[in-house]
């Protein structure tokens, strides 16, 4: 099995709220400072990875956000746009101008994911079908939460069985293969130390088996310090309510982490468990921070530096 | 902005929708909402998307029944004085019993849940679960049973996807734009024939011909059941714009889920829907209430040793700056709502573990019920 910064593209899922985004940039940072030309592909065009790095304008375009890492917002109806440009002229033009086709493809159950996956596709050519760009070494999606992302990479396969014959069907075909090839594709988990995502993983990992896929590595974020042994929290335990206003207020932020650290290790070794010795685990820290900008991106992606 | 609590906030409403990104904690404020209105003495029913399985069984909800159960008075402790119902989606199911229920024969609803195109359209994760979950809404709200019936709405990485997504397949059953485009009628005919317009036949190269004919049977299967659609689409608009529906937004207080929480609020104004105010979970309160650090630091040292009182005071400042974070932006998001004037802000502390039993939901509970200064003490003596 290859490493997984020798894949061309690796989609990050997970839950909502367990810091997909910030992982999958921080791995992207990870990956361009070990020399790969690597872009992050949002599919939910929240503009998180732009956010952080305090950068706007058009979504749909690939900026470059540092050196070697850039980034990409793909919203399903601009790849739709670009691919009936690209690959069909003046015919295609004509069909994504028309407000009623437009309608047609949008509404069609699993055709927003098909364009969006699309994109991720071309992206990661050696040869780019749009002209004049260049390829990457790498590129990491960003997931939609819903799902766990696992309806986008289902997407083509079904859509392939669908449209059996056509150009459609052709296209779906060849991106259902590409995910399909592990030395390819690699599929991660981003995961926190809670009893729902916890489950949600695993679960992810079933879901992908039936796929004939496998999770490649799960990442477990926020992960917080181990300050104090029990001993030492039964000591504080023993002190709290009896010092000054400041003081308790000290000792209750502190056993309030010990419980949440405690209750995130029961969680880590369940996810453990059930993962076995075949998924590697990454674990980062959580991060207290008011937001998360360039410098904790930059810390994470320190964490990251045995992920090859 | 003093507030009254949930109970206030819910006052006269039928309905309680709420939305909220993935992570912040909706499925326990629900059941929370829905165990403290219950206790209140009405009859409620939580409509769940995907709990948490220990939160499932605590609730005695562990087959999928597409149906709301009643919880065991036993199981919510004393202060029962209403009924608590509760159920799970399952939105493959709800999507087959509508279709059985707007068929015109039983036949034709067996023929369409075999259609290539309706199966992936039941089962395809995004779009199915909103719509579905709005379908639920729709039905228990029609047969009249409950005094309130309270929504979590699917997991998703954007609250407003809940919106959407439902609107995007209805207006794919209903079908104008596919009829326009093509006849369930003859499309062999029309695709194939020289009769066939230009729109179609570019359609025809992008597409190929197979998923136009599926598109084609299954509209014709459908065939008068898109004006049901189209009507029920227009019912549920109507609930949803009730008076008496009211949209509650959960959010957690760091930077991201309140920016999604304002942009929120500006979609539901847009779409004339009711806001009744922010449930603000994991808030970290100010733990040192005004002492100075440097007091503090020499009082730990004294009941503690200089060791251990440094690693407390580590901790200490760490948590100071998520509390920072978090007045800074519940200011942000109290600004926006419209500060005084504005809906209600509900906060709910970080609390020290997963929220996973009845007495966990009592705790948070608690929180929601309480009055606005009721509340505030709650939360100094938390932190205290």
């Known amino acids: ?308 | 902005m003093s507030d009254g609590g949930i109970e206030a906030l819910l006052d006269g409403a039928r309905v309680c929708v709420c939305g909220g990104s993935g992570g912040v904690g909706k499925t326990t404020t629900a059941a929370a909402i829905a165990l403290g209105m219950a206790a209140a003495g009405a009859r409620v029913a939580v409509v769940t998307i995907d709990p948490a399985r220990r939160l499932a069984n605590a609730l005695g909800l562990d087959e999928l029944e597409n149906e709301p159960r009643r919880v065991e008075p036993a199981r919510l402790g004393e202060d029962a004085g209403g009924e608590l119902w509760a159920m799970m989606l399952d939105p493959k199911r709800t999507f087959d019993e509508l279709i059985e229920r707007l068929a015109p024969t039983p036949e034709r609803a067996e023929e369409i849940k075999r259609n290539r195109i309706y199966r992936e359209l039941s089962s395809a994760v995004s779009g199915s679960q909103e719509f579905t979950a709005i379908a639920k809404l729709h039905e228990l709200a029609q047969e009249g049973d409950f005094d309130l019936l309270v929504l979590d709405t699917p997991p998703s990485r954007n609250a407003l996807d809940f919106l959407e997504a439902p609107g995007r397949l209805t207006s794919f059953l209903e079908g104008s734009a596919m009829r326009t485009l093509i006849r369930p009628t003859g499309i062999g005919m029309r695709v194939l024939g020289r009769g066939a317009s230009p729109l179609l036949s570019a359609l025809r190269r992008v597409t190929g011909l197979d998923l136009l004919s599926d598109l084609s049977t299954f509209f014709g299967l459908l065939g008068d059941m898109t004006e049901d659609f189209h009507r029920r689409a227009a019912d549920v608009e109507r609930l949803l714009h009730a008076p008496t529906t009211e949209f509650l937004l959960v959010t957690a207080a760091s930077g991201t889920a309140i920016e999604e929480a304002i942009w929120f609020r500006r979609t539901l104004d847009q779409a004339g829907l009711q806001f009744a105010g922010a449930v603000v979970n994991r808030v970290h309160p100010d733990r040192l209430a005004g002492v100075g650090a440097d007091e503090t630091l020499d009082a730990l040292a004294d009941a503690l040793g200089a060791d251990l009182a440094e690693r407390v005071a580590a901790a200490l400042e760490d948590d100071q700056v998520l509390a920072r974070r978090d007045r800074r932006n519940l200011d942000r998001l109290a600004e926006e709502l419209g500060g005084a004037d504005g809906p209600p802000i509900l906060r709910v502390p970080q609390l020290d573990g997963d929220v996973h039993d009845v007495a966990g939901l009592q705790h948070v509970r608690a929180f929601l019920f309480a009055s606005e200064i009721e509340r505030e003490r709650m939360i100094s003596e938390l932190a205290g």
């Open chain 1, 1 to 308: 099995m290859p490493g997984l910064l020798d894949r061309r593209l690796i989609f990050v899922t997970g839950k909502g709220g367990v810091g997909k985004s910030t992982v999958a940039t921080a791995l992207g940072l990870h990956a361009a400072r070990r020399g790969r030309r690597t872009i992050v592909a949002e599919l939910a065009s929240q503009e998180g990875v732009r956010r952080a790095f305090a950068q706007s304008g058009d979504t749909f375009e690939e900026v470059e956000l540092a050196d070697g890492l850039f980034t990409i917002s793909i919203d399903p109806e601009s790849a739709m746009e670009e691919y009936l440009r690209v690959k069909t002229g003046a015919l295609g033009q004509a069909l994504g101008a028309s407000r009623l086709f437009q309608a047609f493809a949008m509404a069609t159950p699993g055709m927003r994911e098909l364009l969006s996956v699309g994109k991720v596709y071309e992206l990661a050519q050696f040869t780019r079908r749009t002209g004049g760009a260049d390829p990457y070494d790498l590129v990491i999606v960003d997931s939609p939460a819903a799902g766990h992302g696992i309806g986008i990479l289902r997407t083509p396969r079904t859509f392939a069985e669908i449209a059996r014959v056509g150009p459609i069907a052709g296209t779906a075909q060849r991106i259902a293969a590409t995910i399909a090839d592990p030395d390819f594709t690699a599929v991660v988990a981003v995961c926190i130390a809670e009893e729902m995502p916890v489950n949600e993983t695993l679960w992810l990992r079933d879901q992908l088996r039936t796929d004939d896929l496998e999770l490649a590595a799960v990442f477990t974020n926020a992960l917080l310090p181990d300050r104090f042994t029990d001993r030492e929290a039964r000591r504080l335990k023993a002190a709290h309510g009896r010092t000054r206003t400041g003081a308790d207020g000290a000792l209750g932020a502190a056993l309030s982490e010990h419980a949440r650290a405690a209750a995130q290790r029961e969680e880590l070794a369940r996810l453990r468990e059930g993962l076995g010795s075949d998924v590697p685990g990454v674990e980062l820290p959580f991060l207290y921070n008011e937001i998360v900008g360039v410098p904790e991106l930059e810390r994470l992606a320190s964490a990251l530096e045995h992920v090859t």
